[in-house]
């Protein structure tokens, strides 16, 4: 699966907006904040872990 920066990039902003929403603008204790903040860079870190073999594929084929 070809992932695009664009996604990889739009996920972030989208899990960074929804911690700052939850963060400043909703009564949420920390242990939901921190909840929210894993699941986000454990969903991250799964689109990136496939991305970043990409990248080290095109580069492998280049040399």
Do not use: D
Request: charge should be positive; include cysteine.
């Amino acid at each position: 699966m070809k992932i695009s920066k664009t996604l990889l990039f739009g996920a972030t902003a989208l899990w960074l907006l929804i911690l700052a929403y939850f963060s400043f603008f909703t009564t949420t204790s920390a242990s939901t904040n921190l909840m929210i903040y894993t699941t986000g860079q454990g969903f991250l870190i799964a689109l990136l872990i496939p991305y970043l073999n990409q990248r080290k594929k095109n580069r492998a084929s280049k040399c």
